[in-house]
């Protein structure tokens, strides 16, 4: 299983980016993708999951963030509009099971200037 996540970059507060987790060797229809992201000197933390029937966001990123997926292209996207310098860290998408084998991928940075 390889989830690769990319899309990060440097944006100023109020701006938009959208993240994509391209998986291979699993279908993300049928399992539980999460976005988790980790700030500087902080834990990891979830901010959103997508499940085959449900889709899911944080409260601390409700009302901006969006989670989607696209089965043909076997993707998961984080949409997040609105960001804060708060919303700075490496973004990392995983499964459940990643999570609990503490396999993380590189992640991608999320930068945003105030």
């Known amino acids: 299983v390889q989830l690769q996540a990319s899309g990060g970059g440097l944006v100023q507060a109020g701006g938009s980016l959208r993240l994509s987790c391209a998986a291979a060797?699993?279908?993300?229809?049928?399992?539980?993708i999460g976005w988790y992201r980790q700030a500087p000197g902080k834990q990891r933390e979830l901010v959103a999951s997508?499940?085959?029937?449900?889709?899911r966001v944080e409260s601390a990123v409700k009302g901006r963030f969006t989670i989607s997926r696209d089965n043909a292209e076997n993707t998961v996207y984080l949409q997040m509009n609105s960001l804060k310098p708060d919303d700075t860290g490496v973004y990392y998408c995983?499964?459940?099971?990643?999570?609990?084998?503490?396999?993380w991928g590189p992640g991608t940075l999320v930068t945003v200037s105030s």
């Open positions: 995983n499964t459940p099971m990643g999570v609990a084998n503490s396999h």
């Open positions: 997508i499940s085959t029937f449900d889709a």
């Open positions: 060797g699993i279908n993300i229809s049928n399992v539980v």
